[in-house]
T-cell receptor, first 114, second 114 residues
Framework: NAGVTQTPKFQVLKTGQSMTLQCAQD?????MYWYRQDPGMGLRLIYY???????DKGEVPNGYNVSRLNKREFSLRLESAAPSQTSVYFC?????????????FGPGTRLLVL | GESVGLHLPTLSVQEGDNSIINCAYS??????FIWYKQESGKGPQFIID?????DKRQGQRVTVLLNKTVKHLSLQIAATQPGDSAVYFC?????????????FGQGTILTVHP
């Protein structure tokens, strides 16, 4: 049982390049989330998927798109990377059966945009 | 304790001491709170949660206190160990239309000296 896994662990992009961050969970969770974490700050929600087939914007969605590929996988895409998107990206998942529930996080993807 | 700003609050303690990490939240509608621990280079790890119908909850070596009157949350760690050194985040969920969405505090750096 690996929990939440993310790939890649590290990535360097040039401004304007695109990339997709991958996330998968093996806990049979319904809900999945993407956050970014900037130095000295807490996590901010980018997008989330309450259940397979649905996605919604979070606090900071601009410049990102997501795809809930199936129940296990939730990807985050940067179509045209900008230096302001340099951050650590975390994926999380939760049961999705009640709103008062714990989210479990992956190890993160460290992204540097030059 | 945590506050909005550019500098992360810090707490330094000696091994064996008790630690208290504080968090102020602003949304009076929040009814579910979680404490996470984040070690360097890793994703946030669940420590303990509490619902708004409680004012205290205990786990193994940790206690969370909730004071809804002043919108304050605290995490107490008993007999702090060097392995407790990490950044600690509180997170809140406002329920209702905020289904599944957590708002994270800035974080507090805990350093435990042997």
């Amino acid at each position: 049982n690996a929990g939440v896994t993310q790939t890649p662990k590290f990535q360097v992009l040039k401004t304007g390049q695109s990339m997709t961050l991958q996330c998968a969970q093996d806990m049979n969770h319904n809900s999945m989330y993407w956050y970014r974490q900037d130095p000295g700050m807490g996590l901010r929600l980018i997008y989330y998927s309450a259940s397979e087939g649905t996605t919604d914007k979070g606090e900071v969605p601009n410049g990102y798109n997501v795809s809930r590929l199936n129940k296990r996988e939730f990807s985050l895409r940067l179509e045209s990377a900008a230096p302001s998107q340099t951050s650590v990206y975390f994926c999380a998942s939760s049961d999705g059966l009640a709103y008062q529930e714990t989210q479990y996080f992956g190890p993160g993807t460290r992204l540097l945009v030059l | 304790g945590e506050s909005v700003g550019l500098h992360l609050p810090t707490l330094s303690v000696q091994e064996g001491d008790n630690s208290i990490i504080n968090c102020a939240y602003s949304n009076s509608a929040s009814d579910y709170f979680i404490w996470y621990k984040q070690e360097s280079g890793k994703g946030p790890q669940f420590i303990i949660d509490i619902r708004s119908n409680m004012d205290k909850r205990q786990g193994q070596r940790v206690t969370v206190l909730l004071n809804k009157t002043v919108k304050h949350l605290s995490l107490q760690i008993a007999a702090t160990q060097p392995g407790d050194s990490a950044v600690y985040f509180c997170a809140e969920n406002a329920g209702g239309t905020s289904y599944g969405k957590l708002t994270f505090g800035q974080g507090t750096i805990l350093t435990v000296h042997p």
